[in-house]
């Protein structure tokens, strides 16, 4: 089976999946394996829809992640893995039939409500407690995340060469579906890049390595944010940035192609109030 999963990886590469959808996938077909290995007792050697089926009433009826059942999006995800993996065996004609289908899916209602839930005070606390620390890396990170609304992926993926600060702008050349796009720097973003380069001693070619490699790992920094905070992450600072840059008078459009979203209706949730507030104005009616 080692093997097939490696087969399967490169075939996901092929497909053109991000990193982090790949390592995703892989942890969800290994979670499905071990499951099946458990319930029947044999090695597995194809996809069968009753498996696939018992599979889906495990997932919604039994399978707990820190005590709490699991939610629609998380197991569509899991679905959505083996799907793929279905189509990767049907293409090493490992098996000719599909056994996962679109109706399997659990349907979810799209929520309307604006994500972001913290605020420009939020975040610029944030940002002084982490420059009171000293650490002027983590200190440009985070303003490079919160007033350009980049993925943490592609924040540390930026290289050198992508990046000028005269210019005032980046080039992101791996986004979401490897869709390459400008982003254009405020004067908060150049200033903190422009402090960390006098202290930035390395010769990668990326702008954010480490001491071990020559570009740190999201992990140290999702670890470096929740020093500082229990609340602020990479990805709500993306949030935040969607939100600020639409209350600020940028355009929907403006802000969809600064963040990279593939379609305006996600920019467009930002110009929804959050859930509290949504909540509040429930309390005039």
């Keep these: 089976m080692e093997e097939i999963l490696e087969s399967f990886k490169n075939y996901m590469i092929i497909e053109g999946k991000s990193f982090n959808t790949i390592k995703s996938y892989l942890l969800n077909i290994k979670e499905y394996l071990i499951w099946f290995q458990n319930t029947y007792g044999i090695i597995f050697k194809r996809l069968y829809r009753e498996n696939i089926l018992e599979y889906k009433s495990y997932l919604i009826n039994i399978k707990k992640y820190k005590g709490n059942s699991l939610n629609s999006k998380t197991i569509n995800v899991k679905l959505n893995s083996l799907g793929l993996l279905n ?155 969607c939100t600020n840059a639409l209350e600020s008078g940028l355009a929907v459009h403006e802000v969809a192609n600064l963040a990279g979203h593939s379609s305006i209706y996600t920019t467009l949730i930002y110009t929804n109030p959050s859930r509290e507030k949504m909540k509040n104005k429930l309390e005039f009616l």
């Design 87 to 241: 189509k990767f065996l049907i293409k090493e004609n490992i098996q000719s039939d599909i056994v996962i289908k679109d109706d399997d899916m659990i349907k979810i209602q799209v929520s309307y409500a604006n994500p972001t839930d913290i605020t420009k005070v939020d975040v610029e606390n944030f940002r002084q407690i982490i420059l009171e620390n000293g650490d002027k890396r983590l200190y440009a990170i985070v303003t490079l995340l919160a007033y350009t609304g980049l993925r943490i992926s592609e924040a540390l993926n930026i290289k050198l060469e992508d990046l000028s600060l005269e210019a005032k702008e980046l080039i992101v050349r791996k986004g979401k579906g490897e869709k390459q796009r400008i982003v254009y720097l405020n004067t908060k973003v150049v200033n903190a890049i422009k402090e960390y380069f006098k202290v930035r001693n390395s010769s990668s070619d990326y702008i954010f390595p480490s001491r071990e490699s020559d570009r740190v790992d999201r992990n140290v920094i999702n670890k470096q944010f929740k020093k500082y905070s229990n609340k602020i992450t990479p990805h709500k600072l993306r949030h935040f940035f």
